[in-house]
């Protein structure tokens, strides 16, 4: 009889703990104070930490917020690069650039796919382009060009050299070394 007694004691007492609904657990949900990353900034964080499936999403998320500007191009246009998708890389650096003439690292990464694409004399007009547009004052597409025209210069061009490797640039002066991992 006490243990029945106690039961009850401790389903009543458990009862005036109140509905639970405090206690539940429950997935995360939008932030609904409505401040976020800019989705350009984290994409560009996630290609330096070489998460370019992750980076080309935030890329994707910036572009249905800001549209698909010169910034979201060549940024799409850089992961797709990353992630060896050359051709559409190349179309959406394409359009970046002419969106935005002046878009110096956009023409400089477009530079690049038509290295990776074998298309070195046009890759060296597009470098000799991004140089210009840059005033001359980015080291890393005055690199780039020069690694162009020596291939250009002499077909044979070693590609086993640790200056062979073309770099891609993102507005403000971040860059990513393009490399080739060979299987």
């Not at 959406?92 to 690292?105: G, H, I, Y």
Request: proline share 2%; charged share 25%; net charge negative.
């Amino acid at each position: 009889m006490r243990f029945a007694l106690f039961i009850a004691g401790l389903v009543a007492l458990s009862a005036c703990g109140g509905s639970g609904e405090a206690d539940r657990v429950y997935a995360p949900g939008l932030a609904q104070r409505g401040d976020t990353e800019d989705q350009l900034v984290v994409g560009h964080r996630l290609m330096a930490a070489g998460q370019y499936e992750l980076a080309l999403d935030a890329f994707t998320r910036a572009a249905g917020d800001q549209g698909f500007n010169a910034d979201t191009l060549s940024a799409l246009g850089s992961a797709n690069l990353r992630l060896g998708r050359l051709n559409q890389a190349e179309d959406l650096l394409r359009r970046a650039v002419e969106e935005e003439p002046d878009f110096a690292e956009a023409w400089n990464n477009l530079g690049v796919i038509l290295m990776e694409q074998g298309q070195t004399g046009e890759a060296a007009q597009i470098f000799r382009r991004a140089f210009a547009t840059s005033n001359g004052e980015s080291l890393v597409i005055r690199d780039n060009l020069r690694l162009a025209l020596a291939k250009l210069d002499d077909p044979g061009y070693s590609d086993s050299e640790d200056t062979s490797d073309f770099r891609l640039v993102q507005r403000g002066g971040g860059q990513f070394l393009l490399t080739r991992e060979d299987p």
